[in-house]
């Protein structure tokens, strides 16, 4: 169910903007989403894939062993979340330059607002592994869930008045 709830937070913004406004709309926030996930997947790749293990075979040994693996993740995660930040915004705007779209450049605040949604997608991942390993799901399912009804009432609020910024505040 977690699953299905995330999935339909990630994917609501493109059917509102849909419903509400243009397909240039669409592809605008398509891509600002696409490119600020970049962010996600550098912390995964570098951090969660590489430590998530550790804190499982840590909680194993014990709650000490466990805690300070949790700091290293928690470490390694804000470190490596502010580098991809810095890199992305370094690299944005020549990206847009580089690809000349109006559209692009006239929603570029909703990429910067998208980045810094998941920049708090990957802090999140340091108390939902925590959480996991704890065997705690089910308060995983109860943010989620909650997650899910504020993201889907600020898309009827926020995206029929203020489109692509609509959608990345949502």
Known sequence: IGTILYKIIEFSGRYFLSFYHSETE????????SISNILFVFVQTIVIIELYPKLIKAK????????LTLKTFKKQIIQYSIIGIVLSII?????LWFLDKTALFESVSSY????????????SFI???ALYVNKM?????????????????LSF????R?????????
Do not use: M, R
């Open 162 to 170: 203020f489109a692509v910024l609509g959608a990345a505040s949502a």
């Open 112 to 123: 910067l607002l998208l980045l810094v949604s998941t920049l708090f997608f990957c802090l």
């Open 157 to 160: 609020v926020l995206i029929p």
């Open 60 to 67: 194993n040994i014990g709650q000490e062993e466990f805690f």
């Open 137 to 153: 799901d089910l308060d995983i399912l109860k943010a989620t869930i909650i997650s899910f009804i504020f993201n889907i009432s």
């Open 26 to 33: 669409v592809g605008v926030y398509t891509f600002f989403t």
């Open 91 to 95: 690299c944005i705007y020549p990206l």
């Open 127 to 129: 108390s939902h592994y």
